[in-house]
């Protein structure tokens, strides 16, 4: 007996590469005797579940377990069926359902997909149906792997060609979907695979649902592949890959747009995203993007294509323009960070809170363009809301030098009372040109000396320019998609608010092209100390007050404790004659002395911040800069 008893050190057992289900472990207490225990319960208490099989059919023969059990698969034939599995229904029905792989299982079922693709390959008799196999394989175990890629790896598992033996579609060992990026793929050759070349001409007819795209040599969107795996014509993305981050998918609405243009995404030779758009009959690029990223296109029913794109504002923002190519690409909501100060001196960088706002206003570009002296019709001239309108002699502008307006429907450079020469931008035809004026003088529409001509910013050839032709001001232009603070009307006259101010606003707002536009417009102030034509009681104090109420009416008050609405009347905020105070007075810390109180019970600013400089409608520093705060309080409870 004694002979058949060794003594063996561990490292002398041999390994059990797979331990049978009813193999039993050793185990032994401190102190206490040696005992053994199931080698599944083992390892079902070491990885924290309930319990373990070694493959899905004895684990689906088990169902005599509660709902929400949990099991682990960890030696099934198919490596992507290891993992956890979780029991749904009542003890006795039911049955189990995976939610989470091994991960070494996938590797391993990636290292097979990888050596069998690479087989496929290399063979000249592959067929389409031979990719469908091989995708659908893909998709079941990858499919939320992103498909793109900047730079190609040097191990491809499934490759495709174009008809010019380009590479144009191709998965790496990680499951990863690579597309041509716009430009054909010259870097990599596969030998002629003449079975698959004739297999994709012959799809290339076919339309359905589609996940990646193909595009041959030639630049031109050939097709896609569906996510079962086969290859068809032209198509609308269904899936969400990424590039640096960012989701570059298209999901068009139903409708004539989604049935005339399809757009899909590339990454340019600088790894920058872009988009192109094609109309389906024809195959013509109708849209396409530059400068910057743009990404995640959507079309919508009407025909207009909107992405993120970070082009113009170095940020990430939602825009939109028409899939046919013409018009502009605007953004969808106004920019917080660029705020357009639009009115009359109120709003300048001498007489206005310019300076004050722009002190504070961090972060944001502030942009004046209040200039002092002009009316509504000569603000909303120069922001483009009522275009002013020319004519030039001999009806053309030459390819060089100036032609004279002989007529124009707002001389929107000049400002009642000074004899200044200005020039400004403007856009007319299409054409960038500058218009000037000279140093004549200016009194009103009726009385004027002053000569404007026009001519090419840039040399070339003559713009014809009908009569009556509009302009529009490049500062308008590039300032529509701004966050515009709205002041005119001071010098409209009180008996001109509601027949030519009101209609003003109403006309720059419309100009404003963000779908969601920020605005704020502010009312009219009576004229202060030392004037008291404006005092309450007058005509022209009944007229103010009657244009700020309709205002307060239409657009809802932006100093309710929300700041919900959208205009500022700022005739209040100066003086409440009822309550006999002044908030701007009190927010600036100024105490009011016997002459405010006499003015605020007039219904007028109180002089201590007027200026005083005959006119009863500038204000001191103090209150500008109250006005600047208030400005600033608005647009960040909403959020702009």
Known sequence: MSDDLQTVSPDQIAVAATPAEDAFVLIQSPGGAIQKTPYQQLLAK???????????ITLQADL????????????????????????????????WEQFEQLAKAIRDAVEVLKNDAKAWAETASATAGDLDGKLDALNISFPEQPCYALNWPNSLVLVATDLADQVVWAVDVDGRMLMNSGHSMTDISLAANGALKSALAALLAVESDFLWPVTDAADNLLGGWRKSGAYAGRFDFAFTPLVNGRPISARPLSGAASTDYVVFSYADGSGLLQLRVERRSTGAITFQTGAGNNFMPSLSEDGMLVFTSDAASGFDEVVFASADGSGEITPVTSRSTLVVLMGDSNSSDVEGYYPQFAAIASGRTSFMAGWSRQTTPQIAARQNGIPCTITVSGNSIPGSGTATITAMSTRFLSQAGLAVAKQMDVRVNGVDCTIYKDAGSYTNPATYADVYTIGRKVAGGAVAVAAGTPVYTINGINNRVGTQIMWPGR?????????????GVQAMIAYLSPLSKHYLIFGIVPSGYPTTAEIYGTTPHTQIRAYNDDMLATYGNAM?????????????YFVNRAAGTSQCMTDAGLTPTADDLTDIANGIPPRQIVTQDTTGFHFTVAARQQVAARILEILAAKGW
């Open 64 to 95: 005599a377990h509660e709902e929400d059990t949990v099991a682990l698969v960890n030696n099934d034939p198919d490596p992507l069926t290891n993992g956890w599995w979780r029991k749904v229904g009542a003890s006795g029905a039911g049955n």
């Open 491 to 503: 010098n409209d006259g009180a008996a001109a608010l509601m027949s030519v101010t009101k209609p």
């Open 560 to 572: 309710d404790a929300t700041h919900s609405g959208r205009f500022f009347d700022i005739h209040t």
């Open 46 to 56: 070491l990885i924290a579940t309930d319990l373990i099989f070694a493959d899905e």
